[in-house]
């Protein structure tokens, strides 16, 4: 089955600093890339949706210049979180779409982000 | 705009028991999936059944059924002779057909099975 690898599964960095969390698709073509932050005990919230080689349309309130996506090629997309705060650490999640035909989203392994 | 609500944050039943989670939602869409997904402590988000809105049968895997009540915009989850694995978060979600097809998730119900 379709298959979202999500990287790294955790990461602790430092306020004021940046950090990159990749999703690859590894056996069909993501479309259409979504990205998804998760407090806990609570549900997914998203952030903003990919499309392979456009630009990133983003949620109502979230910031298009801290969370920049990357979405460049059909099997990666990435979500850069630029000079991190401790109230950007979350639980984030990618979830991929294929192309027409596959209709299903599959979902990354997440990432636990802590800022310190 | 879409909603979805779960209105049952937790829930508990002994294993090997039946327990319903109940989903409505609000849409002006006609053709849409519905899904139900399985988070457990380990996060990774799993699909558990998929409904197709113009499809008048329920969807059945293994366990897990649902009841679909479309002009009452209800899509309950049954799970029949529940098991410890069960234990989990469950979310109803949907997408439309149409637009960017993002989905739409309820706030989830936290099921647990007691041994």
């Known amino acids: 089955g379709a298959v979202v690898s999500q990287h790294p599964s955790w990461v602790i960095c430092k306020s004021g600093t940046s950090v990159k969390i990749e999703c690859r698709s590894l056996?069909?073509?993501?479309?259409?890339m979504f990205w998804y932050r998760q407090f806990p005990k609570q549900s997914l919230m998203l952030m903003a949706t990919s499309n392979e080689g456009s630009k990133a349309t983003y949620e109502q309130g979230v910031e298009k210049d801290k969370f920049l996506i990357n979405h460049a090629s059909l099997t990666l997309s990435t979500l850069t979180v630029t000079s991190a705060h401790p109230e950007d650490s979350s639980f984030y999640i990618c979830?991929?779409?294929?192309?027409?035909?596959?209709?299903?989203?599959?979902f990354g392994s997440g990432t636990r982000l802590t800022v310190v | 705009a879409q909603t979805v609500t779960q209105s049952q944050p937790e829930m508990s039943v002994q294993e090997a028991e039946t327990v319903t989670l109940s989903c409505t939602y609000d849409t002006s869409e006609n053709n849409y999936y519905l899904f139900w997904y399985k988070q457990p402590p380990s996060r990774q988000m799993i699909l558990v059944i998929r409904?197709?809105?113009?499809?008048?049968q329920n969807a059945t895997e293994n366990r897990f059924s649902v009841n679909f009540q479309k002009a009452a915009k209800s899509f309950s989850l049954k799970i029949s002779d529940s098991q410890l694995g069960d234990t989990a978060m469950y979310f109803c979600a949907f997408p439309p057909l149409s637009g960017n097809e993002k989905l739409t998730f309820g706030t989830g119900t936290r099921l647990t099975i007691i041994p």
């Open positions: 056996d069909f073509q993501a479309t259409t």
């Open positions: 409904q197709e809105a113009y499809k008048q």
């Open positions: 979830s991929a779409r294929g192309s027409r035909g596959n209709y299903g989203y599959t």
